[in-house]
């Protein structure tokens, strides 16, 4: 394999791991706010927790793919 490639792995298995260990209990908060809180219907709850993960989501791949830009740049 060349470094890559090495690269690519790697940056893909943080990508997500992060996400497992960040999505799982942010799930279970917005769950939480969704059903307990705000009392919402199931679709609501569904659109609420989806968009909230979905946030999460490019906010976290993004600061990762800046550092490894950044890494890989220099």
Request: proline share 1%; net charge neutral; charged share 15%.
């Amino acid at each position: 394999m060349n470094q890559r490639t090495k690269e690519a792995i790697k940056e893909t298995f943080v990508i997500v791991s992060t996400g497992f260990v960040i999505t799982y209990p942010l799930n279970l908060g917005l769950l939480y706010i969704a059903l307990e809180i705000l009392e919402f219907s199931v679709l609501m709850t569904s659109i609420f927790t989806t968009a909230g993960i979905t946030i999460a989501a490019l906010i976290r791949v993004f600061v990762i793919r800046m550092y490894y830009s950044n890494v890989n740049d220099g």
